[in-house]
């Protein structure tokens, strides 16, 4: 299953409601979860990002859709990556020639 790491940022909204930010993960993960995309990990950082996730989900278009459906509740702000894993990335160099 495809791999996304997302730099999420909190929105003043978010910020102003940060002791319920661990509910909001939470309700996200089961929300997610429903569309079988899930976070694998996620970690409250201290610098330019708010949260660093790690997210799994059956495509491209799933997983956006999920991270998605949580950025529209106005509490965070995404930038996702795309991760390969080391045998993905294996294939994708024997790809390339």
């Not at 990990?41 to 330019?48: E, L, R, S």
């Not at 990002?49 to 491209?60: F, R, S």
Request: without cysteine; aromatic residues 10%; glycine residues 8%.
């Amino acid at each position: 299953m495809p791999t996304y790491v997302s730099l999420l940022n909190w929105t003043d909204q978010g910020v102003r409601n940060f002791k319920d930010s661990v509910d909001r993960y939470e309700a996200a993960q089961s929300a997610m979860g429903a569309s079988g995309v899930s976070f694998k990990d996620a970690y409250w950082t201290v610098g330019p990002y708010d949260i660093v996730a790690v997210v799994e989900g059956p495509d491209d278009e799933t997983a956006t859709a999920g991270l998605l459906s949580v950025a529209a509740q106005g509490n965070i702000r995404s930038t996702t990556m795309r991760a390969f894993t080391v045998d993905e990335m294996r294939s994708v160099i024997q790809k390339a020639g």
